[in-house]
């Protein structure tokens, strides 16, 4: 009933607070519902709207797939982890980590770039730029530049 009740307000914000959510139902049904059933609700709803992860990593893999056959020199590559439950690993499940993708053209570009990469820490995250030699933005990476440098130097 909740789920029905606030998909159209998760589709135009999945971020709507709890508490919002907690208001539209008394002010539409004139029920006060509780936080953990609104947040319960909510969770549902983001699923109606943009399925569970498990399908969203489907296509997202998908996705990358078929990128990688009808796109000449594109590259990616997905981290995953194992899980463990308590010493034993388990098989048949996977962590998604995180994706990286480019174009080969776009690290080929690296070698006619200045040398200067500047770097911006914000919330302990890098975003890495290159400049050209006619001071243009050639090209920006963002991500944690521990894995990024894994990425390109493993």
């Not at 539409?28 to 953990?36: A, D, F, N």
């Not at 399908?55 to 590259?75: C, D, G, H, T």
């Not at 050209?132 to 130097?153: A, E, P, V």
Request: charged share 20%; proline share 3%.
């Amino acid at each position: 009933m909740i789920v029905e009740s606030i998909h159209e307000i998760i589709q135009a914000d999945p971020s709507t607070p709890v508490l919002t959510i907690i208001a539209h139902m008394k002010s539409s049904l004139e029920y006060t519902v509780t936080y953990k059933k609104a947040w319960l609700g909510k969770q549902l709803a983001i699923e109606n709207v943009y399925d569970n992860w498990e399908e969203s990593y489907k296509k997202w893999s998908a996705l990358l797939n078929v990128m990688q056959l009808y796109v000449p020199r594109f590259i990616q590559k997905i981290k995953t982890q194992p899980i463990y439950e308590g010493n034993q690993l388990d098989a048949d499940h996977i962590i998604f980590n995180m994706v990286f993708w480019t174009f080969k053209s776009c690290i080929n570009g690296f070698k006619f770039c200045k040398s200067v990469v500047q770097v911006d820490g914000t919330f302990l995250y890098g975003v890495a730029v290159a400049q050209d030699d006619r001071k243009k933005l050639s090209m920006s990476f963002f991500g944690k530049f521990k894995t990024l440098y894994n990425f390109w130097y493993n």
